[in-house]
Every structure is written in structure tokens, then in C-alpha cells.
């Protein structure tokens, strides 16, 4: 069977970032003003105050000092609490087009591969702009690759189910060559009105060059020793926009349009069942915990990640071993466990093995075996 590397990664980083400061202030701004303007049902008991924020709140919660941000100011404007994204022209590149470009360029530098070698395009990630013609298919052709290209979404592991696909695809002889792109505006979709959720989510794209062994010339370069994914429906994670939105003549803007979790269940349900994916599947190809030099995991929650890595190493992971990247770029869905292989792999030697696994809403999560060659 052929043999499958990775050979190139890219990042692409707003040039806006909010730290908790920032965002708190704004929130507390509008939480001020709510009050203020339901003072009387205060009063009456018949509304709760909101309760402010804090950058302490934040950091004890999740680990989240920062983001970046595709727009920084319309989200901080405390009468709008959105980012300010202006239509686009049909003519002009879609914004994931245009982010996807950045680090697309950057992953193929990197493998020194050109865009014409590339046979298949998938961009997966959470949100996609419209759904249709897909940006994978407008990726293929600003970037010139050949082949075909789709979209795909499978929430925070887009990123990992798309890797399976495209490794699967080179094993079986129908491609050499893939691209797999992330670009992720979460900000798009979070409720920054929101006191338990208004700071997790950052905006970043990342890209991943997948090559068949034999014609790789990359000096690094990842062999995929094994690829595995698994499902189970929950609700606990959700957001109910979509299509059918305007014929159910329901509120665009609700709060259930956007992102929406139930932190405690997540965490009881999902910690547990991401290490056994990652647990069992290693054991399946004769590894184990201690066969591990890196984990690089979903960028979620430190604490989801503390938890999962001490189940798979059966320790606490040493500094570095499973590196945390949430801290500054906060939860990016499908690009935080590729960004943190993108800056945390370079120090591996031949032979060092590490897994790459995502998960989220579904809930799904997606684990990839690689060995520095």
C-alpha cells in the first residue's frame, strides 16, 4: 500500500487580536446598559441582572488570554458585539478564499510542491461562507491546482476527517498529491452577549500539503501511520442556522443561530471519549501512551486537554509534550490542533511519533498517527 506524508503546513493570522481586558470591557459596557435598561423589572424581581465578566473568569475557565480576529472593532463596539464583515462582490475572492490562499501558499512552499502538482482541494472547517459553488472549488482556481476540490464539515474535526479522506484517497492510487484548508472565522458565530461563551472562539485558516511517499522531496516530512475517526450525536453542542431559517420564519439573529454548549456535559462526555479513540487506536497499531514524543490536540478548553493527555500518557505531559497554543490564538475549531502541529513539530527527530486528533459539536473526533521520518 502506498505510504502517505505530510510534507507541508501553513498558517494564516488576522492581523487583529483581542486580549480578555479588551473583550471584557466591552462586554461588561453592554451588560451596564442592559441593566440600566431593565432596571425596573430588576427591581420588580421579575428579571435577573446580568452578571459581569472578568479576564480572571476567563483564564480559570478555559486558559484564554487572547484571540485574533478577523475584525476587531464591530466586536468591541459594545451596540453591536459582532464583527464587521462588508459583502463581497461576486467577482471579488471570498474572504475563506482569500485567508485560504495565505496559508495555502505557505504549506506548499514549505512541502516545495507547486500548485499545479496538487490533485485534489478539500476545504473543511466549521462554518462555510455560502453553500455554493464551494470554496474549495474557488481555491482550486486562484491557487491553479488540478484535479477536483469540495468542501466538507464535521465541526472542530473538520481538519482531522479531512486528512483521512486525502490519505485514503493517495493510498488507493487515485491521487498524489492533496491540500486540505481550515479557514475558520468563528467569531462569525459566537454570541458575544454571552458571559459563559462570549470569549472562546479566535479566527485563523490552516493548510496541510498530503503526498504520496514515493514522490515527496520535503526535508521534513510526516509518514500517517494510521488515521481514525469516530461519531456519536449529541446536542450538547449545537447551532441551528441554516437554510431552512427564512421558510421556518424563524429569528435569524437568536441566540440558537449561533453558538451554543453546554460546557459541563462536553467536558464529562467528550474528555472520556476522545481518549479511548486515541487509546484504542494506538493499540491498534501496536503503540501505546509511552510511544508518544507530542500530542497535538484540539484547542478547546487547557483543561479538556490536561485531562485527555494524562489518560493517553498516563502522566502529566511533560513541558512540550503536549503543547498548548489556545492560550493566544484561543479556540480556533478545525485549525487549532493543525496550528499547534504547525509550531510544534520542527524539534522532532526521525522516528519520534505524535497524534494529531480534534473533536467537537457531533460529537465527532478525528485521530491521526504520524512519525517524523
Known amino acids: 500500500m502506498t505510504d502517505v506524508v505530510i510534507?507541508?503546513?501553513?498558517?494564516?493570522?488576522?492581523?487583529?487580536?483581542?486580549?480578555?481586558?479588551?473583550?471584557v470591557a466591552s462586554f461588561n459596557a453592554w451588560v451596564d446598559a442592559e441593566n440600566a435598561r431593565n432596571a425596573d423589572a430588576i427591581a420588580a424581581g421579575e428579571r435577573e441582572p446580568l452578571a459581569h465578566s472578568s479576564s480572571?473568569?476567563?483564564?480559570?475557565?478555559?486558559?484564554?488570554?487572547?484571540?485574533?480576529?478577523?475584525?476587531?472593532?464591530?466586536?468591541?463596539?459594545?451596540?453591536?458585539?459582532?464583527?464587521?464583515?462588508?459583502?463581497?462582490?461576486?467577482?471579488?475572492?471570498?474572504?475563506?478564499?482569500?485567508?485560504?490562499?495565505?496559508?495555502?501558499?505557505?504549506?506548499?512552499?514549505?512541502?516545495g510542491v507547486a500548485a499545479a502538482e496538487i490533485d485534489m482541494v478539500i476545504v473543511a472547517c466549521s462554518n462555510l461562507e455560502r453553500p455554493y459553488p464551494a470554496v474549495a472549488v474557488e481555491l482550486q482556481a486562484a491557487l491553479g491546482t488540478q484535479g477536483h476540490a469540495f468542501d466538507m464539515n464535521v465541526a472542530c474535526s473538520s481538519a482531522t476527517f479531512a486528512i483521512d479522506l486525502a490519505a485514503n484517497a493517495i493510498r488507493g492510487g487515485n491521487i498524489r498529491r492533496a491540500l486540505v484548508v481550515n479557514p475558520e472565522i468563528c467569531?462569525?458565530?459566537?454570541?458575544?452577549?454571552?458571559?459563559?461563551?462570549?470569549?472562546?472562539?479566535g479566527d485563523a485558516c490552516t493548510a496541510i500539503v498530503l503526498e504520496d511517499a514515493a514522490l515527496a522531496t520535503a526535508a521534513t516530512r510526516f509518514e500517517i501511520l494510521g488515521t481514525r475517526l469516530a461519531t456519536r450525536f449529541s446536542n450538547a453542542i449545537r447551532n441551528n442556522a441554516g437554510?431552512?431559517?427564512?421558510?421556518?420564519?424563524?429569528?435569524?439573529?437568536?441566540?440558537?443561530?449561533?453558538f451554543v454548549q453546554e460546557g459541563r456535559r462536553v467536558f464529562k462526555e467528550v474528555?472520556?471519549?476522545?481518549?479511548?479513540?486515541?487509546n484504542d487506536h494506538l493499540e491498534s497499531l501496536e503503540l501505546s501512551g509511552g510511544s508518544l514524543s507530542r500530542l497535538w490536540l484540539h484547542q478547546a478548553n487547557r483543561h479538556m486537554n490536561?485531562?485527555?493527555?494524562?489518560?493517553?500518557?498516563?502522566?502529566?505531559?511533560?513541558?512540550?509534550?503536549?503543547?498548548?497554543?489556545?492560550?493566544?490564538?484561543?479556540?480556533?475549531?478545525?485549525?487549532?490542533?493543525?496550528?499547534?502541529?504547525?509550531?510544534?513539530?520542527?524539534?522532532?527527530?526521525?522516528?519520534?511519533?505524535?497524534?494529531?486528533?480534534s473533536f467537537g459539536a457531533g460529537y465527532s473526533a478525528g485521530c491521526v498517527v504520524v512519525r517524523r521520518v
Open 7 to 23: 510534507t507541508g503546513t501553513g498558517l494564516f493570522t488576522p492581523e487583529h487580536a483581542i486580549d480578555n481586558d479588551a473583550l
Open 56 to 111: 480572571e473568569f476567563i483564564v480559570k475557565a478555559s486558559g484564554i488570554h487572547s484571540r485574533f480576529v478577523m475584525d476587531a472593532e464591530g466586536i468591541l463596539d459594545p451596540e453591536r458585539m459582532r464583527p464587521y464583515l462588508p459583502q463581497r462582490s461576486n467577482d471579488e475572492p471570498s474572504i475563506q478564499c482569500e485567508m485560504g490562499l495565505k496559508a495555502a501558499h505557505q504549506a506548499l512552499a514549505t512541502a
Open 187 to 201: 467569531s462569525a458565530h459566537l454570541n458575544f452577549r454571552d458571559r459563559d461563551s462570549h470569549f472562546i472562539f
Open 243 to 258: 437554510f431552512l431559517n427564512r421558510v421556518s420564519d424563524s429569528d435569524p439573529l437568536a441566540s440558537d443561530k449561533l
Open 271 to 278: 474528555c472520556p471519549m476522545v481518549a479511548a479513540l486515541i
Open 306 to 357: 490536561d485531562l485527555i493527555a494524562r489518560r493517553v500518557l498516563g502522566h502529566d505531559p511533560e513541558p512540550g509534550q503536549a503543547p498548548i497554543i489556545l492560550d493566544r490564538y484561543a479556540n480556533t475549531s478545525s485549525a487549532g490542533s493543525i496550528i499547534a502541529f504547525h509550531l510544534h513539530h520542527s524539534d522532532l527527530k526521525s522516528g519520534d511519533i505524535g497524534v494529531v486528533c
